[in-house]
Every structure is written in C-alpha cells, then in structure tokens.
C-alpha cells in the first residue's frame, strides 16, 4: 500500500506498507512494515475523520438518504420493512482508509491487519494472475486519484469493523448526547432490496425503473460487463447480446466507477446495480450474501431479485464493497 502525505493530496513523498500476505502469526509486527506517518499525514487523516463523523451525526442528506417504511411483494410473499438510513453511494477509498489509518495511528495494530484490504486480489480478475493488474495493485487503495471510487478487497469482518468503528468514534464528537445514535452496519437483503426500489413498489427489474440498462439517449445506466445489450426479446425472454462492444467500456468504465457515477434511483442512492456487489445479510436464514452485481457481471445480476454469484463469500474480492445502513429512531 502506498499512502499519501496527506491521504487526499499527493505530494510525492508516500510511505510504503509492505505487501501483507496470509501469514500464521498474524499478530507479531515483526512480519510486517507498517508505516511511520507524519504529523502532517496524521492531521489530515483527523480532519477528514471530522467530516464524516459530522456528516454521520447530522445524517448529511447528501451522504445519508432516507429510506421510508414501505411493503414490496418478493417471490409471492409481502415484506414489510421499517423506516432506516442508508448511505447513498457505496463506502469509498477515502473512507475506508481514513478509517485503517485511524486504528493504526492509535496503534491498533491488530485490528489494521484485520481490516485491511487485499490488494493481491486485483490479481485474480477473470480468473488469471495477470502482471496487466499491478497497476491496481500498487494503486487502487493508495493514490488520491481513487479516493472517490468504492473500496473493494476487504473482509465480511473488515467491514463490519468499519461499522462499528464509524458508530463509535460518531458517539464520541456527538453535541446532543441525550440524542441516541443508533449503530451503522451493514443492510438486510431486504433492506438493501427496498432501497433499490426507489419507493412506490418498483416491479422494474432494475433501480432506475425500467428494464432496460440504458436511457432514452442510448447511454447506459449502470457498470457491468455488457455481454448482453439492454434490449429484450419478448419471445426469448432473454437480452440480446451485445454484438461488437468492448464488454469492459461500452459501459464508460473499465474497471470501477466512482461512486456517484450514473443517475441515483429515486431516493437518492448512486450505483444499487453494478459497479461492486454490496454486501447483505440474507434476512430468511441469515446468511452472508451480496446484492446488485459489480463491474464484471451480466444483467442477470444487476437486477434487485438477481442472482447472488458471491453468495457466501466472506474474503476479500476484487467484486465486493459495501454501503452502510442506520436503523431510524423516531425520538
């Protein structure tokens, strides 16, 4: 991991972290390089602290929409859900780094290594262990060019750790202390599944109300792997494909998008499909599963009911990120 001086401007002068692979003793520095950072480096990382903590306390409507209490009909069953808080674009570099140099500024080693993303990860894209994603690699989670863009790599445990620390630390700074904070974590499917409605029991296939993945100007609405196009044939039932277009930028994104990219959904909320697979918890059995489909994915996964490919995966992947939820208090 490079980090910058200042996390957002780069000056040139980064400091390095050794590459942190799996290793058994986990706990001992003595297999890492963790970074020495600057006063200048901590001061920054602090005051971009502040802003999401205030932006957190005030429920910014810019970073946090709300989500009414509403009923959709899901797979011939009513579900109900109650009133909560989301964030309207996934969890960034930015923020997530913000969050990792925090702990290891109050030296909380062990948590850092937990947390951190795996960059290796970038590796593995389509499967091959390709030298073509060393850029992103070294990159992605280090220069300011990528503070804007969703943090992928990082462990079901990683962002439940973010949550709470963002809970925490939020409580702390808070000025009306008889007002309750409720804890942030990371939504139900049928949270999540709400949301990407955008109210009024959206029965479209996809967040932006129609079943189609480009608009009227033939500009598309979402990052995915365009295989097939957005036209559908009524007596296949089926999308057809997308004959000669580049499956990686016909979309306008070769890998990720920042994270207000394309239009938001009708409360608010940027990229419900596509760009990274958000992380859930499946509320019939409680099981660990993702929503929207990411970068890489057909249509079949973009869409609210769709298919889940990273059901279960817990371990960093290069598809996976997160948005955060807060459940509403009415006080």
């Known amino acids: 991991i490079v980090v910058s001086t200042e ?16 290793v058994i003793k986990r706990g001992k520095d003595s297999a890492y390089r963790f970074p020495k950072l600057t006063q200048e480096q901590v001061d920054v990382n602090d ?19 709300f989500i009414p209490s509403g009923s959709y009909n899901y797979k011939g069953k009513s579900i109900s859900v109650q009133a909560f808080h989301m964030q309207t674009t996934e969890v960034t570099v930015l923020e997530y780094r913000t969050f990792i140099l925090d702990l ?32 992103m690699v070294e990159h992605y989670f280090s220069h300011p060019a990528y503070n804007d863009y969703p943090v992928n790599n990082v462990s079901r445990e990683g962002a439940e750790m973010y949550c709470n620390w963002l809970t925490i630390e939020a409580s702390k ?45 033939n500009c598309y609405l979402a990052n995915y792997k365009p295989v097939t196009d957005s036209i559908l044939n009524k007596e296949s039932g089926l999308y ?22 394309y239009l938001p ?32 994915s057909d249509l079949q996964e973009l869409e609210i009911e769709g298919v889940d490919r990273f059901n279960g995966v817990v371990e960093p992947e290069v598809n996976i990120g997160f948005r955060v939820v807060m459940s509403y208090l009415n006080q």
């Open 7 to 22: 996390s957002i401007i780069d000056n040139n002068r980064p400091v390095y972290i050794a590459d942190l692979k799996s």
């Open 240 to 261: 057809e494909k997308c004959l000669g277009c580049n499956w990686w930028i016909a979309d306008g994104a070769f890998y990720t998008a920042k994270v207000d990219s």
């Open 104 to 135: 290891l500024i109050n030296d909380r080693k062990e948590e850092f290594l937990k947390a951190k993303p795996d960059q290796t990860k970038w590796r593995e894209v389509n499967g091959h262990n390709s030298v073509y994603q060393e850029p």
């Open 47 to 65: 005051k971009q602290k502040k802003v999401m903590m205030k932006q957190l306390n005030k429920l910014d409507k810019k970073k946090y929409a």
């Open 173 to 217: 700074v808070r000025k009306d202390k008889k007002s309750m904070l409720n804890d942030i974590r990371i939504p139900s499917d049928y949270e999540w599944m709400l949301a990407a409605k955008g109210g009024d029991d959206n029965k479209a296939s996809f967040p932006w109300k129609t079943s189609s993945v480009k608009n009227d100007q």
């Open 265 to 296: 959904n009708d409360y608010g909320l940027y990229c419900m499909s596509g760009n990274l697979a958000e992380m859930v918890v499946n509320w019939g059995d409680k099981t660990l599963g993702t929503k929207g489909g990411s970068w890489t």
